[in-house]
């Protein structure tokens, strides 16, 4: 960090590790790729649940030139902040899933009271010189609560998953305030321009806000401004990735075991968001339809568990392995076998074989802030010889990468014909689709991404 910058703190759920190939999630990877190169201050929870009721451990760890620092959850804290509103309420709702959605006024409760706590212990550690950028959705009212304590620095707020229509929105209880409580930070970044007008829309009609130009948005007294800043992953270090000893095993591995097939892979945690029984009844549909498949194709699904805490995603476990079961059942030889899903966890390096091994790579969500996924399978490719990507329309990555296969996952016919063009397409055509997708996944990287959002919250004007 030089003289002249700010310093940049940076809170999100889960810190670190600023280090560690095999860590899931996708904003782990992202802002560690930012802070290493910037270093600053990481705030969030250490991941322990402390039986001390309220009481918090403050730990802080030096890694390089970013202090991490980390406070402890309580038992009823953890079931009401992070199961209860976080995940049962706020992930679905946003992920457009009205249906799944549930809503306590408890949970409500805790999550507002655990955004104060965390607030008024990081109040002490900044001072109006650093620049604040609060993550996710386990942390809409932080921003509001570091006004209270009195903070008057720049504070920016980025939001990793989508943001949905007030139509859906609305069914939030206290949908009004959570959203008045983002009007606190000085810059709130989203993914899409979709997920940016969704915000600026409930704005308008339920706050009785007014669009401003500039992408500036006033809610009576307070102007804020929303942007669309797409997140990239590391595109230079993940091909490095691809190119490591460890990936080059694992990519001559999975070729070994296909024998010469066709390799279709999704990478996934295990998360109803993200499509992964609509992609196997896809697959399923590419066997029945275009025959040839048979004994010719596979489809690999790596999906670490995700919340198991959490029915919805219990059940999701089950059907995925059922579907999947009847799937091999139904088509399966003595030497085939259609389907195979492993729960592990690779490293970025293994992983980065595997994309490299793989003909055909389905990102399919439901919906998808953006998808990572998407980009480092791209970045993982041999120019010479690259793979497809399929991409559903609802994955944020989809206004970037627009010349992937574009599929709608609800409709199996369109994803197994997706499929299928993607085996028979030729060499030519992949490469001219690789050129533009890897143009996009290069411009905009984690780098870029970090970038663009500080340079708009430097630039904001001071509260
Ligand atoms: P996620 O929902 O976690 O992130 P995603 O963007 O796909 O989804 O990131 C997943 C990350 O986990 C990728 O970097 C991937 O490589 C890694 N990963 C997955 N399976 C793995 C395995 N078995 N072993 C090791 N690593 C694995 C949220 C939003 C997304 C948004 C990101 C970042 O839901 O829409 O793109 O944040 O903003």
Redesign the pocket.
Known sequence: MTGTQRRLVVVSNRVGPLNDE??????A??LADALRKRGGLWFGWSGNVSDKGTFSELSTEIAGTTALTTIDLSEAELEGFYFGYANRSLWPLLHYRLDIARFDRQSDRIYRSVNQRFAARLFPQIDDNDLIWVH?YHFFYLGSELRQCGFTGRLGFFL???FCPPEILTALPASHDLVRSMLAYDVVGF?TELDRRNFASFCVQELDGEELPDHQIRVHDRVVRAIACP?G?DAEGFADFALSPEAVEHEEMMRDIAHGRHQIVG???L?Y??GIIERLRGFEQLLEDYPENRGTSQFLQ???LSRVELDAYAELRTEVEQIAGNINGRFATLDWTPVQI?T?????KA?AGIYRAARVCMVT?LR???????K?FVAAQDERDPGVLVLSRF???REELSEALIVNPYSSEDVARAIQRALTMSLSERRDRYDALRHAVFTNTAGHWCAAFLRELEGAPPQ
């Not at 095999?22 to 904003?27: D, I, R, S, Y």
């Not at 592990?344 to 970025?348: C, D, I, N, Q, S």
């Not at 998808?368 to 998407?374: C, E, I, R, S, Y």
């Open positions: 095999g860590k899931a999630g996708g904003l990877v992202g996710d990793h998953i989508p993914q997140i992953v990478v996934d945690r998360d968001s993200k790596i999906a670490p492993m592990r966890g690779f490293t970025r992983l969500p998808d802030g953006m998808n990572l996924v998407a480092e994955a944020g990555a």
